[in-house]
Nanobody, 119 residues
């Protein structure tokens, strides 16, 4: 089994910054990529960013480009999400997930960390 634990969420004013972390543990083999997703109150979960586990290629949703940076530390099995210039619409729960090689989907999920951005 694989466990993902997110941390770093909290309450921040608009324009502020937060750095989220996601640590993976357990039987971790064959990671293709790790990603972050955002679920705003009353809305569906949406893709934010992802990083390829081997070559570090990154992917971002258009709505966060220029404000958010994803990075990873393979030695620590940890992925980070640096969020700058936060907006009230960034409020919600942020989940990290693993896409295992050959699955074509994110098949392991954390429980999420709450981010609240006040205006």
């Amino acid at each position: 089994q694989v466990q993902l634990v997110e941390s770093g969420g909290g309450l921040v004013q608009a324009g502020g910054s937060l750095r989220l972390s996601c640590a993976a543990s357990g039987r971790i083999v064959g990671i293709y990529s790790m990603g972050w997703f955002h679920q705003a109150p009353g809305k569906e979960r949406e893709f934010v960013a992802a990083v390829h586990w081997i070559n570090s290629i990154t992917y971002y949703s258009d709505s966060v480009k220029g404000r958010i940076t994803i990075s990873r530390d393979n030695a620590k099995n940890t992925v980070y999400l640096q969020m700058n210039n936060l907006k009230p619409e960034d409020t919600g729960v942020y989940y990290c997930a693993i896409q295992s090689r050959g699955t074509g989907t994110y098949n392991y999920w954390g429980r999420g960390t709450q981010v609240t951005v006040s205006s």
